[in-house]
Antibody
């Protein structure tokens, strides 16, 4: 059974870069698409984008100028960087497996943006 | 981008009743590429229905999905206590994929 686990700082200062990693266990990162989704407090879900294990990406245009995703097949993990964060970027960040819809999700990690 | 509007915002029903949740898209969702998720507090979403009408693995048959084009429906035929949750729709027919704002189902 594949499992995903997000990790990274829970607190990021405004204007700095949010960096998260999603570690995949119980299966290989190869041959799949991997996605980041976020959920601001009390709000709906927002698709951030996906990365294929080969490195091909597709980002939400609303975040594209600030987002970078990468994959490390040797460590079986993939990562998200979001720069120039503001309070609007505070959310629970989820990683998930898949390109279009998602059967496997991480438990989510809360990110607060505050000085 | 395709905006998804879910209604109602909250649905309060009794055990055994039928729940009907709506998801309306601002433009046609190609090939009925729409999925419904259930999310309980503190948990990640769980897929219920994909392709608008196909139940995901392990989902009981009291959950059903229907619709095409711009109008989609999730029906829970007989509410059970564990169905208390927020339900999200998501389209994956045109990038960027988008989600509705969610419908909360409360059991009276």
């Amino acid at each position: 059974q594949v499992q995903l686990q997000e990790s990274g700082p829970g607190l990021v200062k405004p204007s700095e870069t949010l960096s998260l990693t999603c570690t995949v266990s119980g299966g290989s990162i190869s041959d799949y698409y991997w996605t980041w989704i976020r959920q601001p407090p009390g709000k709906g879900l927002e698709w951030i984008g996906y990365i294929y294990y080969s490195g091909t990406t597709n980002y939400n245009p609303s975040l594209k100028s600030r987002v970078e995703m990468s994959v490390d097949t040797s460590r079986n993990h993939f990562s998200l960087k979001l720069n120039s964060v503001t309070a609007a970027d505070a959310a629970v960040y989820y990683c998930a497996r898949g390109r279009s819809w998602y059967a496997y999700w991480g438990q989510g990690t809360q990110v607060t943006v505050s000085s | 981008e395709t905006v998804l509007t879910q209604s109602p915002g909250t649905l309060s029903l009794s055990l055994g009743e039928r729940a009907t949740l709506s998801c309306r898209a601002s433009q046609s969702v190609s090939s009925s590429y729409l999925v419904w998720y259930q999310q309980k507090p503190g948990q990640a979403p769980r897929p219920l229905i994909y392709g608008a009408s196909t139940r995901a693995t392990g989902i009981p048959d009291r959950f059903s999905g229907s619709g095409s084009g711009t109008d989609f429906t999730l029906t829970i035929s007989r509410l059970e206590p564990e169905d208390s949750a927020v339900y999200h729709c998501q389209q994956y027919g045109s990038s960027p994929w988008t989600f509705g704002q969610g419908t909360k189902v409360e059991i009276k």
